[in-house]
């Protein structure tokens, strides 16, 4: 009983040191993700469990002589490290202030308005699980082309209270590496933020690989975007005003679909649909698809077998082109739409230097609209919990997507 103690209070340390210092390998780096993404988000939470379980193991005599003071000096180990990390989200908020100060060519205002979420409640707060509220209705499984399959549907999301003018729309695309997720899943907290304060938001579906084969995951989102922009008005939403939003797999397909718009190439049978959006948000995108050993670094060459063997399901070598024209970094003009660009420094499955040659690159060749928002200690798919770091980054984005709305105006 002592060593089984000793050894999960031992588990408990080294979880905490993962979201601190992941491993950023190949063979464990998905089990660091998780383990590190876990532990960060939900970094409050544990602390509290794991300082009762100490405090009852320390006053306890379940556990005695060695092994007592062993397990428990690792536990409070582990709940000051939890306590940095919760500190660490909590300071994520002036890090978005700072990052949308230094957007150019213009700064983003930030107010403590943006940073009051309308979202959420006493529970949510204290689980850090998003859950429905009343107020934002849900009209689901909206098919966005009519073949009847689960791959080409949407959700709506969008206020009760009535309102006379059409309501600006985000649409948002999922992650999951091209082959898993749905529309149900990610970036809930957001939504129902935006829908709190006025906004229509789209989250789609689309074909994921094994079965799609790219660019039929392009494709697709081309096809809700066109959907939105002849169609949203009917559930309120305006068609002149659609930003893209997007997560790891899914910020790649939202930053490819607001790079490239209108381009035959991923518009088959649709080419005269207009897809041109108004702005798009990245967070931890995959904004490079070749495996570039100057962004992608050693976690290239895996990316791009899976790339080659599930989702392209053809061979770099023969075919450069296809991941250069999958690759946003690649496909950036001087007449890109604006983009605010997040990402984690401790993220292991998307490299930071991903995101920073492509704000490199952006700001290079367009003078378009560009904040980028490196958040320290932050792993993959920080959006998911309502955590105060997914918390921060919605209030990043609000008024990142209001200054857009200001934008328009001003030049209307």
Same mark, same amino acid.
Request: charged letters at 15%; a positive charge.
């Given at each position: 009983?002592?060593?089984?103690?000793?050894?999960?209070?031992?588990?408990?340390?080294?979880?905490?040191?993962?979201?601190?210092?992941?491993?950023?390998?190949?063979?464990?780096?998905?089990?660091?993700?998780?383990?590190? @993404?876990?532990?960060?988000?939900?970094?409050?939470?544990?602390?509290?469990?794991?300082?009762?379980?100490?405090?009852?193991?320390?006053?306890?005599?379940?556990?005695?002589? @060695?092994?007592?003071?062993?397990?428990?000096?690792?536990?409070?180990?582990?709940?000051?490290?939890?306590?940095?990390?919760?500190?660490?989200?909590?300071?994520?908020?002036?890090?978005?202030?700072?990052?949308?100060?230094?957007? *150019?060519?213009?700064?983003?205002?930030?107010?403590?308005?943006?940073?009051?979420?309308?979202?959420?409640?006493?529970?949510?707060?204290?689980?850090?699980?998003?859950?429905?509220?009343?107020?934002?209705?849900?009209?689901?499984?909206?098919?966005?082309?009519?073949?009847?399959?689960?791959?080409?549907?949407?959700?709506?999301? %969008?206020? *009760?209270?009535?309102?006379?003018?059409?309501?600006?729309?985000?649409?948002?695309?999922?992650?999951?590496?091209?082959?898993?997720?749905?529309?149900?899943?990610?970036?809930?907290?957001?939504?129902?933020?935006?829908?709190?304060?006025?906004?229509?938001?789209?989250?789609?579906?689309?074909?994921?690989?094994?079965?799609?084969? @790219?660019?039929?995951?392009?494709?697709?989102?081309?096809?809700?975007?066109? @959907?939105? *922009?002849?169609?949203?008005?009917?559930?309120?939403?305006?068609?002149?005003?659609?930003?893209?939003?997007?997560?790891?797999?899914?910020?790649?397909?939202?930053?490819?679909?607001?790079?490239?718009?209108?381009?035959?190439?991923?518009?088959?049978?649709?080419?005269?649909?207009?897809?041109?959006?108004?702005?798009?948000?990245?967070?931890?995108?995959?904004?490079?698809?070749?495996?570039?050993?100057?962004?992608?670094?050693?976690?290239?060459?895996?990316?791009?077998?899976?790339?080659?063997?599930?989702?392209?399901? *053809?061979?770099?070598?023969?075919?450069?082109?296809?991941?250069?024209?999958?690759?946003?970094?690649?496909?950036?003009?001087?007449?890109?739409?604006?983009?605010?660009?997040?990402?984690?420094?401790?993220?292991?499955?998307?490299?930071?230097?991903?995101?920073?040659?492509?704000?490199?690159?952006?700001?290079?060749?367009?003078?378009?609209?560009?904040?980028?928002?490196?958040?320290?200690?932050?792993?993959?798919?920080?959006?998911?919990?309502?955590?105060?770091?997914?918390?921060?980054?919605?209030?990043?984005?609000?008024?990142?997507?209001?200054?857009?709305?200001?934008? %328009?105006?001003?030049?209307?």
């Amino acid at each position: 009983m002592n060593i089984v103690m000793v050894l999960g209070a031992l588990f408990v340390v080294l979880a905490v040191a993962t979201a601190y210092l992941p491993i950023k390998n190949d063979k464990v780096g998905p089990q660091s993700f998780t383990i590190g @993404w876990l532990t960060s988000e939900l970094a409050a939470q544990f602390a509290v469990v794991f300082g009762v379980v100490s405090f009852c193991l320390a006053t306890s005599s379940v556990a005695t002589g @060695w092994a007592k003071v062993v397990a428990t000096s690792l536990l409070v180990v582990g709940v000051i490290g939890l306590i940095g990390l919760h500190l660490s989200a909590k300071r994520s908020i002036a890090v978005v202030r700072s990052g949308l100060a230094s957007a *150019k060519p213009t700064p983003v205002l930030f107010t403590s308005e943006h940073a009051t979420p309308r979202y959420g409640h006493l529970l949510q707060r204290i689980l850090a699980i998003p859950v429905g509220r009343r107020s934002v209705e849900v009209v689901k499984n909206i098919a966005y082309l009519s073949d009847g399959l689960r791959a080409h549907r949407l959700d709506v999301y %969008r206020s *009760k209270e009535e309102s006379t003018s059409l309501k600006p729309v985000l649409l948002y695309i999922h992650g999951g590496a091209w082959v898993i997720g749905d529309k149900r899943e990610q970036a809930r907290p957001m939504l129902y933020e935006l829908s709190q304060r006025g906004w229509l938001c789209l989250s789609i579906n689309y074909g994921l690989s094994p079965k799609a084969t @790219w660019p039929q995951h392009v494709i697709d989102c081309k096809a809700a975007i066109a @959907w939105a *922009k002849r169609e949203v008005a009917a559930f309120g939403g305006d068609p002149d005003f659609i930003v893209l939003a997007g997560g790891s797999a899914g910020g790649h397909l939202a930053s490819l679909c607001a790079l490239t718009p209108n381009d035959p190439m991923f518009q088959p049978g649709f080419e005269e649909a207009d897809t041109t959006v108004d702005g798009c948000i990245s967070f931890y995108g995959v904004l490079e698809m070749t495996g570039d050993q100057q962004s992608s670094g050693i976690h290239g060459r895996s990316m791009v077998k899976m790339l080659e063997k599930t989702v392209m399901k *053809k061979s770099q070598r023969e075919n450069p082109e296809v991941f250069v024209a999958a690759s946003p970094l690649h496909r950036i003009t001087p007449s890109a739409p604006p983009f605010l660009v997040f990402q984690g420094r401790n993220d292991t499955l998307v490299p930071v230097e991903v995101a920073r040659q492509f704000v490199d690159r952006f700001r290079a060749v367009t003078q378009s609209q560009l904040a980028y928002i490196e958040l320290p200690l932050a792993q993959h798919a920080f959006d998911i919990f309502s955590s105060p770091r997914c918390t921060a980054t919605t209030a990043g984005a609000i008024a990142f997507l209001e200054h857009l709305q200001s934008q %328009r105006s001003s030049a209307n």
